[in-house]
């Protein structure tokens, strides 16, 4: 009896499937009024600008704006950080995107692609709303990957060559040289240069508030590229290309009053083959090997000097990615992050050493500032404290579904909602004007995405400017304090109260870049904030997190129903692999259970929802389960399947049988699914006609369909 369910259900799918592709066409119609005309508006060495126009997008819902990206020729995996378009920019269906992809995860022998997808989710095909070619002129690509040209070495003359002679020939043997000229050819000396990471160094130089980025010779800087001689290359093979060259240098990062310090000094090129390398800095006292490297995808130059022979090579544009050993170094970024490329000649050696690296003091997290006992001229004075919420709406989305977080505090207390800093020691407020700068102490740490995203906000300030304005900073952070639109109270004793004042920002959230995560912006709450007395004992620690961080899985099967299976009932065997549909999901949700049952095994922790709350899932059966056992999908809600799972011998019999009933059959070749498939559309058919066979095969399908039905029911009777 399973033998003739599947072969019915064989011949259901065919004709479903051949229904399908008569309709799908008239289905993509939707979207068929979108256009995107993508463009190189910028190609340097550091790579490509794309832009992207879009006219015609219709807006869908759960979703905000669009993400544009570049992908290769026919391909879906974006290239780069990609573009958001907010929902907010995109009018009347018309809006416009750009972005920068390195030159480093290019390739001239390739095709590339504009994708264009809703937000926030992957490119998936129900999301897609437009792919198309992307034209990139031979001169954009030579502006990006330069030739390989030696410059002149005098006036006049072609590269590599010596006024008045040949290219590549020397003087006449036995001949001195023109009075004034050094006979010996120029040498080249080697260099590494390096941006370490852009978004990394802007922020320490832009957004943190008191960052400085700061050298130690003989390194230098152009723009946003740190370059570093080359000290020595003992241990070059330059006949291989392989072993390693030292360079010398420091480069060292400063924020967050030296919360935030550590320097990369004196890096080194170790090349094991012409695939791979590493870049080790020294940090502290210690060699770290920082980061991997592809020469795989790098432009590989030889070097001559002014008579041919050749002077070094040259690696320009090698992909650097983020070791966990380099995760200590940065604190901030996970194993496998991509840092900015690499570029770096072997050649000679300049006549330097090697640096003392700099004496910085390790990473730490912040920490509260000391309360004091009150002074005797505010001892009549009420404690001073800030009442602030932060983002009610970022704190929900931290220990959501999605971001599936934590919040963490150390100092601060809370309540309604809202976290408590007492006033700490510093400032300069003048109670008589009611301005200044008032401290207050305490640490509000957000993390979610695994880590991938973290927030802080330690030991806030605000400046009071005059009645109407201020500002209030916390975390390297500044937002504008509305204090006209709040209420004002001022004490007897001096202490002067603002309530519920705006605050005019937002916190961005996601975990991954172009806010792939589906994280958006969340405004920042009011603030009511007492400048008072320094307030007494600072608040203890605490953390709220997402359930699913302690959350197991259910002792028992929470659910029977709501998985959709989409692989065959005969095709479900122990070891073999199982392939489900569940919805009712959060969009976007993360970190769901697939645990099956009777005892529960737990098969993934890391299952995800679609933008529509769709759990997509295929993986592999214990090995050593078989009969009947129930199958469920635990998070924001459950779903399940009572699922009968084949042992191998089972399943062996069962494929014999349907062989020897193939055979019985004559091969086969006239049975049910070679009929199905051989019901095509005439080439020249009218789409009435097409419409008509469609409705035709999804009769016969609904059909078969009863017919498997109604055979399953009388087996079960």
């Given amino acids: 009896m399973r033998r003739r369910s599947s072969l019915l259900a064989l011949v259901t799918s065919l004709l479903l499937a051949f229904a399908g592709a008569l309709t799908a066409p008239l289905a993509a119609s939707a979207e068929e009024a979108a256009t995107a005309t993508p463009s190189i508006v910028e190609a340097t060495s550091d790579g490509l600008t794309l832009r992207v126009d879009l006219t015609g997008v219709q807006a869908r819902t759960g979703t905000d704006g669009v993400y544009v990206a570049l992908t290769e020729r026919a391909a879906v995996a974006p290239i780069g950080s990609g573009q958001w378009i907010p929902g907010a920019s995109i009018v009347d269906g018309s809006g416009s995107g750009s972005y920068t992809i390195p030159a480093a995860s290019l390739d001239r022998s390739k095709l590339y692609d504009a994708l264009v997808w809703y937000a926030h989710g992957a490119p998936t095909p129900d999301a897609i709303i437009a792919q198309v070619p992307v034209e990139i002129s031979a001169s954009q690509w030579d502006a990006v990957f330069p030739p390989a040209v030696d410059p002149p070495t005098g006036p006049g003359t072609d590269p590599g060559t010596d006024p008045g002679t040949d290219p590549g020939t020397d003087p006449d043997p036995g001949t001195d040289p023109d009075p004034g000229t050094d006979p010996r050819p120029e040498a080249k000396i080697g ?128 992909p650097a990615t983020l070791t966990e050993a380099g995760v200590p170094v940065f604190q901030q970024y996970p194993a496998g992050t991509e840092l900015d490329p690499v570029s770096f ?6 006549d330097v050493d090697p640096v003392e690296p700099p004496v910085v003091k390790p990473p730490k997290k912040p920490k509260p ?30 220990t959501g579904d999605i971001a599936k977080g934590s919040i963490s ?64 900073s916390a975390g390297g952070r500044t937002f504008e304090l509305r204090l006209s639109a709040g209420s004002k109270s001022t004490a007897s004793s001096g202490a002067v109260t603002w309530s519920d004042v705006p605050v005019v ?13 589906g994280g958006g912006s969340f405004g920042i709450d009011p603030v009511t904030f007492t400048v008072g007395a320094v307030g007494g004992n600072p608040f203890g620690s605490s953390t709220v997190s997402h359930p699913s961080l302690t959350n197991e899985a259910a002792p028992e099967p929470p659910a029977t129903t709501g998985i959709t299976l989409k692989t065959p009932e005969d095709e479900i065997v122990a070891g073999g692999e199982v392939e489900f549909e569940a919805a009712g999901f959060t969009p976007g949700e993360r970190d769901i259970l697939v645990v099956i049952y009777s005892q529960p095994i737990v098969l993934d922790r890391n299952g995800g929802a679609d933008e529509d709350g769709v759990v997509h899932w295929v993986g592999t059966l214990p090995k050593d389960l078989h009969g009947e056992h129930t199958l469920t999908v635990q998070g924001s809600s459950d779903a399940g399947a009572v699922i009968d799972i084949l042992s191998q011998a089972e399943y062996d019999a069962l494929r014999a049988a ?18 199905a498939a051989g019901v095509a559309p005439r080439a020249d058919a009218a789409s009435w006609e097409l419409w008509a066979i469609a409705g035709v095969l999804v009769v016969l399908a609904a059909g078969m369909t009863g017919l498997v039905v109604a055979q399953r029911r009388r087996r079960v009777a």
């Fill in 658 to 675: 349907d062989a020897a009933d193939a055979d019985g059959a004559g091969g086969g070749s006239t049975g049910p699914a070679a009929q």
């Fill in 191 to 318: 260099s590494l240069e390096w941006g370490v990471k852009a978004s990394f160094v802007n922020y320490i130089e832009k957004l943190s508030g008191d960052g400085t980025v700061t050298l130690t010779a003989p390194a230098s800087r152009d723009g946003a590229k740190f370059a570093f001689p080359q000290s020595s290359a003992d241990g070059w093979d330059a006949e291989a290309r392989t072993g390693s060259v030292q360079f010398s240098g420091a480069v060292g990062f400063r924020a967050h009053g030296g919360v935030l310090s550590f320097a990369l000094a004196n890096p080194k090129i170790v090349v094991t083959s012409t695939a791979a390398a590493q870049l080790v800095v020294t940090s502290g006292r210690s060699e770290v090997a920082v980061a991997t490297l592809d020469l795989s995808r790098a432009t590989v130059t030889e070097l001559k000097d002014d008579r041919g022979a050749n002077a070094g090579t040259r690696w320009r544009n090698v």
């Fill in 409 to 472: 505090t150390s100092g601060v207390g809370r309540s309604g909602g809202r976290f408590l800093f007492p006033q700490a020691t510093g400032g300069d407020w003048n109670f008589r004007s009611e301005t200044g700068t008032v401290r207050y102490s305490g640490v509000v740490s957000f993390s979610g995405h695994h880590g991938l995203m973290n927030e802080g906000f330690a030991n806030p300030v605000i400046t009071v400017t005059n009645g109407n304005r201020g500002t209030i």
């Fill in 345 to 350: 000649t072997v050649a000679a050696s300049a």
């Fill in 505 to 517: 920002g937002a916190i961005s959230g996601g975990g991954s870049s172009g806010g792939a995560s």
């Fill in 369 to 398: 500032h000391k309360p004091a006992k009150p002074s005797s001229p505010s001892s009549s004075r009420a404690a001073g404290s800030l009442a602030w919420g932060i983002s009610s709406g970022f704190a929900a989305y931290t």
